[in-house]
């Protein structure tokens, strides 16, 4: 039953702005560690930005440092990244994704994504 639905996404101009959301449910979110990533057509799934379980701690590719905001409300199980001053090099469907350690290995979840278009 773990579901991680992401929405917001659209097309966009050039210098404009979204905000995605990620609606998670079925797993103890606050003991996950969110993170968003990007895949482009023909390019590998890329990590956009990673938030602690508990919020503050951050990390974000350099391609998106200054412009993208990911934050978590885990009093609502949602996740967030504001995208500012976007450009078609962010054009890609954004995932949401859940994970923890476990043992040896990771424990992922994923959503099924949303499409982000940059374009004039």
């Known amino acids: 039953q773990v579901q991680l639905v992401e929405s917001g996404g659209g097309l966009v101009q050039p210098g404009g702005s979204l905000r995605l959301s990620c609606a998670a449910s079925?797993?103890?979110?606050?003991?996950?560690?969110m993170s968003w990533y990007r895949q482009a057509p023909g390019k590998e799934r890329e990590l956009v930005a990673r938030?602690?379980?508990?919020?503050?701690?951050?990390n974000y590719a350099d391609s998106v440092k200054g412009r993208f905001t990911i934050s978590r409300d885990n009093a609502k199980n949602m996740l967030y990244l504001q995208m500012n001053s976007l450009v078609p090099e962010d054009t890609a469907v954004y995932y949401c994704?859940?994970?923890?350690?476990?043992?040896?290995?990771?424990?992922?979840?994923w959503g099924q994504g949303t499409q982000v278009t940059v374009s004039s």
């Open positions: 994704n859940a994970w923890r350690y476990v043992s040896i290995s990771r424990r992922d979840y």
């Open positions: 079925g797993f103890t979110f606050s003991s996950y560690y």
């Open positions: 938030i602690a379980d508990a919020g503050g701690l951050t």
